[in-house]
């Protein structure tokens, strides 16, 4: 995911927010701006560490799953024939473990992502871990390559998520190959041999920047400028996450474009996400209060609805409604309008209690 400049969002969201409901007070004058000591931030920390140390443990799955499944290869000198030939079932099992705790892993990190991708101390981890893309756009390029143990190097190839997941499910080419792991003579999507050298390259890299973010988050010291940014910045990226799911084999079918996003939904990870803000929102809400009580409540609830919005959709897909491309553009434009507004009205009220957003 490509998050658009603070700048850019600041004056889109003041734009809306304008539109909206008042700031002002019940005598329709501007509340004043208030120098109140800063609030305990310290529940957004240990919801954090909460998730890195999950991720850890999932990565770190992960990456013994990758061992294991290159020591089978090894002793088919990597050739996947030869491999599914001598191996089947144990192959098919490792894959099917993987891919559960590839499954596990996404939420680990996808609550976690508004706060990670929204404050700048720890942004770059969600370019690494999540977001970044190949070396074909170096401005949203990853910061690494992979390298193999018989020379070859990947460069810029991708967010670890994307590496490990289209691994797994064989939806990019130049990570592995498919092939018939249940043995039914047919070769059905999802149905993957890694490149057993890369897979585990990539797990690698997955563990040690994983291992990374926790440091970083136990160092990080949060604050509400941290806070009231990461709401502001994460908020409005609806449309995004709606296209990607458009794109994605959920809505597209076999006609996906989208390589990612085919273990779990979008909407999965947009509620997912919308729950982390939530939680943010919570920690501050008492602290927008000071500046407008009735708005303060009133992004909220908005907040509040956006998430069960998102849920609601999540639900139904998983129930089994299918949504066409037409319904994803709609629902999109929704939801970011929603989301422009809320975060329209938490700038206000950083301006207002001159709380300055991080750039």
Request: hydrophobic share 40%.
């Amino acid at each position: 995911m490509r998050h658009l400049p603070l700048l850019v969002l600041t004056c889109a969201a003041l734009s809306l927010a304008a539109c909206g409901d008042s700031d002002s007070g019940s005598d329709g004058k501007t509340p004043a701006a208030t120098t109140a000591a800063p609030q305990d931030l310290d529940a957004i920390k240990t919801y954090l560490l909460d998730h890195t140390t999950r991720l850890q443990a999932d990565v770190g799955k992960l990456r013994e799953n990758a061992e294991a499944y290159h020591e089978l290869a090894a002793s088919a000198d990597f050739d996947s024939k030869r491999l599914l030939a001598e191996n089947r079932e144990e192959v098919a099992k490792l894959m099917t473990e993987a891919k559960a705790t590839f499954k596990q892993s996404n939420p680990a990190y996808e609550e976690m992502e508004g706060v990670v991708a929204g404050v700048p101390e720890l942004a770059d981890y969600d370019v690494i871990i999540d977001a970044g893309g190949d070396a074909s756009d170096p401005e949203t390029a990853v910061p690494f390559s992979i390298k193999t143990e018989d020379g070859r190097t990947f460069k810029q190839p991708g967010n670890l998520f994307f590496l490990i997941e289209s691994s797994l499910y064989g939806t990019e080419p130049k990570f592995g190959t498919k092939g018939d792991l249940d043995g039914d003579g047919k070769v059905e999507f999802g149905e993957a041999l890694p490149d057993a050298r890369f897979y585990v390259a990539a797990a690698k890299e997955f563990d040690s920047q994983a291992a990374e973010l926790d440091a970083a988050a136990k160092k990080w010291s949060p604050n509400e400028q941290d806070a009231l940014t990461a709401l502001v910045v994460m908020t409005p990226t609806m449309s995004e996450y709606f296209e990607a799911w458009k794109n994605s084999r959920f809505v597209a079918g076999d006609k996906a474009t989208e390589k990612a996003f085919v273990s779990s939904s979008r909407l999965q990870d947009i509620a997912d996400i919308l729950g982390g803000l939530k939680l943010i929102y919570a920690n501050v809400e008492t602290r927008i209060a000071e500046a407008n009580p009735q708005q303060a409540k009133q992004t909220g609830e908005s907040l509040t609805k956006l998430e069960a919005f998102a849920a609601r959709l999540r639900d139904q897909e998983a129930q089994g409604k299918k949504f066409t491309a037409e319904d994803a553009d709609t629902l999109g434009s929704e939801a970011q309008n929603r989301a422009e507004a809320i975060a329209g009205q938490i700038t206000q009220a950083a301006k207002q209690l001159n709380i300055e957003l991080a750039s």
